[in-house]
């Protein structure tokens, strides 16, 4: 019942910024908390950043003082302002929604993906 759409991904050099966006619609009432996650070849999707429906954020320690997660509530859109960019952040980075069911089983949705490649 949740759909979510990344966009905002693409090519940059080290050091370059990139901003991604992650627009929710369906029962987006039920949402408890959206993230990013990213997964390069050959590794598990491991987390970048969560932020709840309250506002709070969580970010992984590989991101910290470089990448900043926001929301806009009014637009039910997700951002990931990724600043510093290394080379190891090249992966394709997936917009994530958690959300219960009817008996309060978290549920996680997921977008297709957006590729971020930094590379100089």
């Known amino acids: 019942q949740v759909q979510l759409v990344e966009s905002g991904g693409g090519l940059v050099q080290p050091g370059g910024s990139l901003r991604l966006s992650c627009a929710a619609s369906g029962s987006i009432f039920s949402i408890y908390a959206m993230g990013w996650y990213r997964q390069a070849p050959g590794k598990q999707r491991e987390l970048v950043a969560t932020?709840?429906?309250?506002?709070?954020?969580n970010y992984a320690d590989s991101v910290k003082g470089r990448f900043t997660i926001s929301r806009n509530n009014a637009k039910n859109t997700v951002y990931l302002q990724m600043n510093s960019l290394k080379t190891e952040d090249t992966a394709v980075y997936y917009c994530n929604a958690d959300s219960p069911d009817t008996i309060a089983t978290m549920i996680k949705y997921w977008g297709q993906g957006t590729q971020v490649t930094v590379s100089s």
């Open positions: 932020i709840t429906s309250a506002g709070t954020t």
